[in-house]
């Protein structure tokens, strides 16, 4: 098995309890295991600005699924929750992203790992630098010498 680190988004119809519900799904996910779950975040939308703020949030999974069948597995769980694509970058009720699967680099049109936005983002940074600190990612690099870039970017969202 490895570990997949899950980016999770949502910026519409209850964003958090969108979340919530990929969350159960994540947990109930064949030959997989809920590993852990980084804080909430919000943070302002990368790209068109005229849409909600995100919620963002990364999981940790232990998983024995191939990559492209824990692909298929996320894809098939934004559309349960009713993801319709309505313009690019814009606002959807939930994102399901691979950001790593164990040390797996893998470069094809349906996938790549690592996620090709990993390192540019504070809102899937910063959440997997908080659930594994001492993360290595396969090029070598820690996360945790990445996050100080995005430092105040993001606001940790308060613990109900
Ligand atoms: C639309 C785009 C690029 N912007 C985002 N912006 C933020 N803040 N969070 C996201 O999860 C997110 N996801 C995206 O896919």
Redesign the pocket.
């Known amino acids: 098995t490895a570990t997949a680190y899950i980016g999770l988004?949502a910026n519409l119809n209850d964003p958090i309890d969108q979340l919530c519900t990929a969350l159960t799904a994540l947990s109930q996910l064949p030959g997989s295991r809920l590993l852990g779950i980084s804080s909430l975040y919000g943070?302002?939308?990368?790209?068109p600005q005229d849409q909600p703020d995100?919620f963002?949030a990364v999981a940790a999974l232990q998983t024995e699924l191939e990559p492209l069948a824990l692909l298929d597995a996320l894809q098939s769980q934004e559309q349960e929750q009713g993801r319709v694509r309505r313009r690019h970058?814009g606002e959807r009720c939930i994102?399901l992203d691979i950001l790593l699967l164990g040390d797996t680099q893998w470069y094809c049109p349906r996938l790549t790992l690592p996620h090709k936005e990993l390192t540019q983002r504070s809102?899937t940074l910063i959440p997997l630098a908080e659930l594994d600190p001492h993360l290595c990612l396969p090029d070598g690099r820690r996360v945790s010498q990445l996050t100080p870039a995005f430092d105040g970017e993001l606001q940790r969202c308060q613990h109900s």
Do not use: E
């Open positions: 988004g943070s302002k939308p990368l790209g995100f963002n970058w994102d809102f």
